[in-house]
């Protein structure tokens, strides 16, 4: 929460006991937003951030089955480890 809306909520709290604020006054708050431009910038952005994540996920997954694979065969003992020196 910025400072000047909180300074904003606080200017309009009401009510020792139970503070509150009423919805008309959060709602004649000013908000300053980014223009059209920058949401669009900021909206590829955070695409390229989610789809990041969900690559991560995809490989997190598929490592996962290998390492559940690689452990079920190690430890059935349908695959050896040789653990003579070399």
């Not at 809306?5 to 908000?31: C, I, M, N």
């Not at 669009?40 to 997190?60: C, G, K, P, W």
Request: proline share 6%.
């Amino acid at each position: 929460m910025s400072a000047p809306f909180a300074s904003h909520l606080e200017k309009a709290t009401t009510g020792q006991a139970y503070p509150a604020v009423r919805p008309d006054d959060v709602a004649s708050y000013t908000f300053g937003l980014p223009t059209p431009e920058e949401q669009t910038a900021i909206a590829a952005v955070l695409d390229s951030v989610d789809a990041s994540i969900e690559r991560a996920r995809e490989e997190r997954a598929v490592l996962s089955t290998v390492v559940t694979s690689i452990s079920d065969a190690l430890l059935t003992g349908r695959v050896r480890v040789d653990q003579r020196k070399k």
